[in-house]
């Protein structure tokens, strides 16, 4: 029998977490979970390593259960991020993953790539045009826009360049001239986004741009997850793109998914908390620690608030939120965790809560006096695993 404070530490791996910049990201994932792989220059492609993991897998030895089960692990990097992937079943299907998601980026959601879809919309819509989009597209757009709506416009998917004005993740980032933040804002805004169900259409104000990149991660969960349900060789999965995690299936032994927080205030790899998850679900969390610089003793983050053009300032340092396979959202569980922490993130525990009501969901803030809030439905779910932090309420 193995305790259960084994299993939290040893799958505290499947973190949700994030860095700085997304090599320092790479490195810091690589380093706390693949020790054995070489070590990371900036910009390196992280490793692939694919194996049987006897420790997670199912320990059975029954020959009519589990024994048919094998554990298959890699690392691999895409969408600018890490993708870590372990999967339980009787056929290696590491591999098929990442040239799936850097399909949907190429394809569908990149800006810098001039033929994905983003970018034809894009560059159509400036010109006036109405443009038709594909079906998944399509449904991306309305779920987003959907969010942008009842977040209030806490979360936006038109703030793009005003991200690209930050370029928080560039080489030297600076604080941007207010004019400039008060120009490019000038543009921002879901209402200048129309779409019409029937033809699948979009069209866009002049100087407005589409981008669903803040989703991209969670999207990639909700393309990996119908990938996994298409193939009857997995019995189980967890896979996590950057700080977008899918749990898939159950583990051969049948005991529920551990996914762990990361310290928003501790080193790359150290966990303040564990999720426990039974079945199928995404996890993502947005946190003030991922990609961030300092200018003048400030920190200046990721997460922007739409409505000054600024890192959030909600008094938080990390939302996880918890999207179940069921009911209205099941289709889009990852897209909906991606959107949803980074909308909570910027409207802070009070309004975040009320935002996840709307959508049934479940989530976990952190402020930055180290006060925790679970929400209901995560109370059995979640427990602390360092003292530090302690459970508001
Ligand atoms: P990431 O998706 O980069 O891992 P998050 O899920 O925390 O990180 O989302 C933050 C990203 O989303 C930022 O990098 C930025 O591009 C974009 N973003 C920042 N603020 C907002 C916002 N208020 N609404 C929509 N997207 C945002
Ligand atoms: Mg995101």
């Known amino acids: 029998m193995r305790n259960d404070d084994t299993i939290n530490r040893k799958e505290a791996r499947f973190s949700p977490l994030g860095k700085k910049a997304a090599s320092v990201l790479a490195c810091g994932l690589m380093a706390a979970l693949f020790a054995f792989l070489p070590g990371c220059g900036a910009g390196q492609t992280a490793g692939r390593s694919t194996g049987q993991d006897a420790q997670v897998g199912g320990g059975s030895t029954s020959a009519d259960d589990a024994a048919a089960v094998d554990t298959f692990s890699a690392t691999d990097f895409v969408m600018d991020t890490v993708l870590q ?69 806490a979360f936006d998917p038109t703030i793009g360049n005003l991200t690209r004005l930050w370029n928080i993740e560039g080489e030297n980032p600076v604080v941007p001239p207010q004019a400039e933040i008060d120009e490019v804002l ?17 069209s866009m104000a002049a100087d407005c741009t589409l981008d669903l990149g803040a989703v991209g991660k969670g999207i990639a969960c909700d393309v990996v997850r119908d990938y996994l349900r298409g193939q009857e060789e997995v019995s189980g999965a967890v896979i996590a793109v950057g700080g977008s995690i899918l749990t898939w299936g159950s583990k051969p032994d049948g005991s529920d998914w551990s996914v762990a927080i990361q310290d928003p205030e501790g080193e790359d790899g150290s966990y303040m908390g564990v999720l426990q998850l ?116």
């Open 186 to 202: 000038s543009h921002v805004g879901y209402e200048n986004i129309s779409v019409e169900e029937k033809d699948k259409t979009i």
């Open 85 to 153: 992937e372990t999967i339980y079943g009787s056929k290696d299907l590491t591999g098929d993953i990442q040239p799936l998601l850097e399909k949907l980026e190429k394809e569908k959601l990149s800006w810098r790539e001039a033929d994905s879809e983003a970018a034809q919309i894009n560059s159509r819509c400036q010109n006036g045009e109405t443009v038709t989009m594909s079906e998944d597209f399509y449904r991306w757009v309305e779920v987003s826009l959907d969010l942008a709506e009842k977040s209030g416009g």
């Open 278 to 393: 039974a079945g199928t679900a995404c996890v993502s969390t947005s946190g003030d620690y991922e990609k961030y610089f300092e200018q003048d003793g400030k920190r200046y983050h990721h997460i922007l608030d739409p409505a000054d053009g600024y890192p959030s300032e909600s008094g938080l340092s990390s939302v996880t939120v918890v999207c179940p396979d069921a009911g209205e959202w099941k289709e889009y569980a990852g897209l909906l965790s991606d959107g949803l922490s980074t909308a909570c993130f910027v409207l802070g525990e009070e309004r975040g809560r009320e935002l996840l009501e709307q959508y049934g969901m479940e989530g976990v803030f952190i402020d930055k006096e180290k006060n925790v809030t679970v929400t209901d439905g995560l109370t059995e779910t979640f427990s602390l695993l360092s003292g530090e932090y302690r459970i508001a309420g």
